[in-house]
């Protein structure tokens, strides 16, 4: 199983709503990481989870939370979203942070739409 | 700094081979990484260099040269399905993948 699962598939969101995205992977990978992507841009990192730690916050605001409840899991809380948060929220997974961690395996990804 | 640089368009026949280039200047470099991603869907691995030289998986070859910065992909034998965006990234010492801003590779029949 070399599947990164994200749900959902979209999400539409008033700026007062408070949702979250989940991701899961079944491959026994202890990094795992939430990327931002706008049309026609390279995705941005924003967290990176390294044996159910946080490890990287690239000064993301707060209004971003993520959470990683287990090894397979992956959460990301959203709160009082603004529309320029509108993106494709994209979850991966390597085997660790560190060696040959660039083979991160990318989920669909979650279109979502701040209104 | 982190910079990393590949042309923003490319356009190439089908059947052709095509050599997509990535330099870079980057704080620390623990491999080089080539995804492609189709309109609307997720990243999908390509090819991954650590060592000088060339990377060959089928149609596609990756190549790395860390002295110059520099890497390119070579896609042969161009499919119209190979139209697709083709993000090169270097892995940084924390483990940290630094996107370059993608190509947009157009195959034309």
């Known amino acids: 199983d070399t599947e990164v699962t994200q749900t959902p598939k979209h999400l539409v969101m008033g700026m007062t709503n408070k949702k979250s995205l989940k991701c899961e992977q079944h491959?026994?990978?202890?990094?795992m990481y939430w990327y931002k992507q706008k049309a026609k841009k390279p995705p941005e990192l924003m967290f990176v989870?390294?044996?159910?730690?946080?490890?990287i916050n690239e000064s993301v605001p707060s209004r971003f939370s993520p959470e990683c409840p287990n090894s397979s899991l992956l959460n990301l809380h959203l709160h009082a979203l603004q529309p320029e948060d509108s993106a494709l929220y994209l979850c991966?997974?390597?085997?660790?942070?560190?060696?040959?961690?660039?083979?991160?395996?990318f989920g669909p990804g979650t279109r979502l739409t701040v209104t | 700094g982190q910079n990393i640089d590949q042309p923003t368009e490319m356009t190439a026949t089908e059947g052709a081979i095509v050599q997509i280039n990535c330099t870079y200047q980057?704080?620390?470099?623990?491999?080089l990484f080539w995804y492609q991603q189709h309109a609307g869907e997720a990243p999908t691995f390509l090819s991954y260099?650590?060592?000088?030289g060339l990377e060959e998986k089928g149609r596609f070859s990756s190549f790395l040269s860390r002295s110059k910065g520099y890497s390119y992909l070579l896609l042969k034998e161009l499919q119209m399905k190979d139209s697709a965006s083709y993000l090169c990234?270097?892995?940084?010492?924390?483990?940290?993948?630094?996107f370059g801003q993608g190509t947009t590779l157009q195959v034309k029949p």
């Open positions: 991966a997974s390597s085997q660790d942070q560190r060696g040959r961690v660039g083979e991160q395996y």
């Open positions: 491959m026994g990978h202890r990094a």
């Open positions: 989870y390294s044996y159910e730690k946080l490890s």
């Open positions: 980057t704080s620390g470099f623990n491999g």
């Open positions: 260099n650590v060592l000088d």
């Open positions: 990234a270097v892995q940084s010492n924390t483990g940290k993948l630094i």
